[in-house]
């Protein structure tokens, strides 16, 4: 007998950051699913990332960071437009921001291999928040290419942000017509 992962699996589309409300994951589940989620392809057991934590309290100090380094960058923007940027990280109860800080002197395994392991990681931290019942959204843009964002998270030369993982419990669950 064949196992079978569900249909609903398949058709399963991401949830939208808007649709990501309260209640966010508690402590326990928050640990829980992170632990679970290290267990990824990893050449040399490198661990080459790093999971920041944000409940919605702890949003506002990132989301600051986020305005400030917007108006730098932008300085014809609109209020609209800097409100919008401001909010942007604090649109769910929980946020998680991984970065990849590779190893680049490593003659056995080359940093692509290390990056390609964060992405499992965040892949992995998505199916496991919604095995809890939660939803999750990850996103890049233009902060996880920023050089101020990466001096924050004292990312140095080849490292980066793998991305921003917005976690929350859905409002509604989205599925593909076929």
């Known amino acids: 007998m064949s196992k079978q992962l569900s249909k609903s699996f398949f058709k399963r589309l991401s ?7 309260d209640p966010g994951p508690n402590d326990e589940e928050i640990d829980h699913a992170i632990n679970i989620s290290k267990d990824v392809p990893d050449h040399g057991n490198l661990k080459p990332w790093n ?3 944000y409940k919605k309290a702890e949003q506002i100090n990132l989301s600051e960071l986020r305005r400030a380094i917007f108006i730098e960058n932008n300085p014809q923007s609109t209020d609209s437009q800097i409100e ?3 909010l ?3 649109r769910t109860p929980l946020l998680l921001v991984v970065t990849s800080k590779v190893i680049i002197d490593n003659p056995k395994i080359p940093i692509i291999e290390q990056y390609l392991s964060g992405g ?10 919604n095995q809890l019942g939660y939803g999750a959204k990850w996103v890049t843009g233009w902060p996880s290419r920023s050089k101020s964002f990466l001096d924050f998270f004292q990312l140095k030369n080849e490292d980066i942000v793998l991305g921003f993982i917005h976690i929350g419990t859905p409002d509604k669950i989205i599925y593909r017509d076929k």
């Open 15 to 21: 949830t939208p950051i808007n649709l990501l409300v």
């Open 51 to 53: 999971i920041a934590v």
């Open 88 to 90: 942007k990280f604090q």
């Open 84 to 86: 919008s940027e401001f």
């Open 120 to 129: 499992a990681l965040c892949q992995n931290i998505l199916l496991a928040f």
